[in-house]
């Protein structure tokens, strides 16, 4: 029970440490990009409108080398998508210098209008002949795991081993690898953003982009770098929960408000990956807790859906009130630079 | 020599960027409808190539949703007074540089404010006094949903947009909560039309036109806000915040009684907006009874650059487009969110413009010029 819970919690934590790893780079260029939760949709349907595309095209999934190319396919196409997201706000916001807030919010409304159409009418724009949007073939590609977590748990339950070997090994090595990817990037991210020059130039850029331009540093490439990268992070997440969690099945609005939990985890990891990861496993449990808590009726579950946001909250206003410098947002986060501005 | 040598061989880059101070009205006002024809015509192309429409089929299917009956256009003006109503509530902390994104969330508390009046009081009070009592606790309910925020930012300096992000999740699952305490029938997570027979709690309608209620409080609020930003103290002070809090404590302003005072009149207002929703128009309250109007209104207060008067213009275009679009899917079969995509191309295109109204590009001049 507490294995396959901690199990639930981490699938349900993957998407949110994609995305939030993807606006912490992001936000330490300064930039608060609120078009995250579209993003993470346009990276979804990005790679499904490619699986689709690619299983309609008879493909034989019997061939391993089939299987990598539709991984490959459906892992390009919902990178190319978020990426175009995040130049797009880029774009606006760098070079264009519009309000942050106000494209973010805009691109958020696209995203998710853009998948929830492209998803609900793929059918009758391809004028395929199936009912309904299902990858099935393309998604046990991605959800593929290590084969011997089945076979231990299996002589488990013939008695052969200890159960508790078998449970352990399930929810260390059960996960397919865009789960290990996710946890890679993190710590990656958290590595070159405090121990490496790119990162502390990151830093600088966020905090102070004057100095930044002063010291030679060439900010917009930076903004427009960190910004494109954090969206096509965010965006894997999106892929992970239809391709893994979703089992390829599209169905409108199904990704929910987790773009914008991703954003709150931000703010709970204090702006580092690697405490994302602890946060994402904390929220993705929080998120699903209602569900193993014994006769809960069904008012008392939509309050345990809201402990995300409320510990949030906490950590942002004992944050703020503490007043510890590390802890805070980066200093420019929100605001434009333009060189020629006194 | 040799000094005078590099000199000469020091490039200027191609583009230079510089501020502009004051475009012509009639300039800007040219550049703005360049942008919203090119995300029209950005429309136009995508359903050419998804729908295999033509534009003129597109455009005349957008009017036809809008216009076509006296009901569509009843419901036109009434999406487009509440979407202004809540564009009007966030407008007095924008223009304090206060990033309220919380309009959601005060929204749809108010909504279930004014709900629960409706259930738990329908059957006990003359329906004047309770729509008095929903009026009151409504707004009174979106005031406390806006001043929690202000309080963190006015004494600790919390950060305000994402504290108002998290206050919008807090509000939908709170009225989650009270949905299926409430709910017809039991636990089946739905209130249905609230009071259907008696009609307690319903605003009245005038004549024969059920929104013209709502449409009218919004033309007066409009009003009262545009006077109240641009020729009242109070306006002139929020500006002063918003533009240096330090000039404004230098001259004597109370900054953090203007931060309080102003989310007071922001949540407020999302009140009454709340209070009209529910009350004027919907009669029941759902999760989605704000239904992203709240993060629509932000774009729509900035894209009118605050001004309450050019709001009411595009509350207007974004209710427009929204229901012609959906006219477009309901006519061909598609997912009703392609109205998020146009609303997004018109957006998108109106927020790029505005560079070319506040900067002006100047192009490297020609070598032969220097000498």
């Known amino acids: ?342 | 020599m040799t000094d005078e040598k590099k000199h000469k061989h020091v490039r200027e880059p191609l583009i230079h960027l510089a501020k502009r101070d004051n475009l012509p009205r009639s300039k800007a006002l040219l550049i703005r409808t360049i942008a919203i024809a090119l995300g029209i015509l950005i429309t136009c192309v995508f359903g050419f190539l998804i729908i295999g429409w033509s534009p003129s089929r597109i455009v005349h299917a957008m009017l036809d949703g809008t216009f076509g009956t006296e009901n569509r256009r009843w419901d036109l003006f009434e999406k487009t007074a509440i979407l202004l109503c809540i564009s009007l509530a966030v407008t007095p902390a924008f223009r304090m540089r206060f990033w309220n994104i919380g309009a959601e969330g005060q929204t749809l508390i108010a909504c279930l404010t004014s709900a629960a009046c409706m259930i738990k009081l329908g059957d006990k009070l003359p329906n004047p006094v309770l729509l008095l009592v929903m009026l009151v606790l409504s707004i009174t309910a979106g005031m406390i949903w806006a001043l929690i925020p202000a309080i963190f930012k006015a004494f600790w300096n919390t950060n305000e947009t994402l504290f108002t992000l998290m206050m919008n999740y807090v509000a939908t699952q709170i009225t989650s909560y009270f949905i299926y305490i409430w709910s017809v029938p039991k636990g089946s997570g739905h209130i249905g039309i609230i009071n259907p027979t008696t009609h307690s709690g319903w605003l009245v309608s005038i004549g024969d036109y059920p929104y013209l209620l709502n449409i009218l409080v919004t033309i007066v609020m409009t009003i009262t806000s545009y006077i109240y930003l641009n020729h009242c103290k109070h306006g002139y002070e929020i500006s002063v915040v918003g533009e240096s809090e330090k000039t404004a404590r230098y001259i004597g302003i109370n900054v953090k009684a203007v931060i309080l005072r102003t989310m007071c009149i922001s949540g407020a207002i999302c009140g009454l907006a709340g209070f009209l929703i529910v009350s004027g128009a919907d009669h029941t309250v759902i999760t989605g009874s704000v239904g992203g109007l709240g993060f629509t209104a932000i774009m729509v207060s900035w894209l009118a650059k605050f001004n309450p008067l050019a709001m009411s213009f595009f509350a207007f275009m974004i209710a427009f487009l929204g229901k012609g679009a959906k006219e477009i899917t309901t006519l061909s079969g598609l997912d009703s969110s392609f109205a998020d995509i146009v609303t997004g191309f018109v957006i998108f295109c109106i927020i790029g413009c505005e560079f070319f109204i506040n900067y002006k590009i100047k192009m490297r001049r020609k070598e032969a010029k220097h000498e």
């Not at chain 1, 992970?240 to 939990?261: H, N, Q």
């Open chain 1, 1 to 342: 029970m507490i294995f396959q819970f901690i199990r639930r919690a981490v699938m349900q934590g993957v998407p949110l440490l994609y995305g939030s790893t993807g606006e912490i780079i992001t936000e330490k260029s300064g930039h608060l990009n609120l078009g995250i939760p579209g993003i993470m949709y346009m990276g979804a349907i990005g790679g499904v409108i490619g699986g689709f595309f690619f299983e309609q095209s008879g493909a034989n999934f019997d061939l391993w080398y089939i299987r990598v190319l539709a991984v490959l396919i459906a892992l390009f196409c919902s990178l190319l998508a978020s990426c175009l997201m995040g130049l797009l706000y880029c774009f606006l916001t760098v070079s264009l210098r519009a309000n942050q807030n106000v494209t973010g919010l805009a691109l958020t409304t696209f995203g998710v209008g853009a998948g929830n159409f492209f998803g609900g009418s793929l059918i009758k724009i391809s004028h395929a002949d199936v009912p309904t949007v299902t990858l099935t073939k393309t998604s046990s590609c991605f959800s593929a795991h290590l084969k011997f977590v089945d076979k231990l748990a299996a002589s488990a339950d013939a008695g052969k081993c200890p159960k508790i070997l078998a449970d352990i090994c399930s929810v260390l090595f059960s996960y397919s690898f865009l789960a290990y990817f996710s946890i890679v990037i993190a710590l990656v991210a958290a590595h070159v953003l405090m121990k490496t020059r790119t990162g502390l130039t990151l830093r600088a850029v966020g905090e102070n982009p004057a100095t930044a331009d002063a010291a030679g540093i060439n900010v917009n490439r930076y903004k427009y770098i960190a910004t494109c990268l954090g969206s096509m992070i965010a965006g894997l997440g999106g892929l992970y929960y239809i391709m893994d969690y979703a089992s390829g099945v599209w169905s409108s609005d199904g990704f929910g408000d987790r773009g914008w939990l991703s954003v709150a985890l931000v703010i709970f990891s204090l702006w580092r990956p690697n405490l994302a990861i602890i946060g994402s496993f904390l929220f993705g449990g929080l998120y699903i807790v209602h569900n193993y808590i014994p006769d809960l009726s069904m008012q008392a579950q939509e309050l345990f859906k809201m402990s995300p946001y409320v510990m949030t909250l906490l950590v942002l206003i004992f944050v703020s009130i503490k007043e510890k410098k590390e802890a805070l947002p980066p200093a420019h986060l929100g605001q434009n630079y333009f060189r020629e501005e006194r």
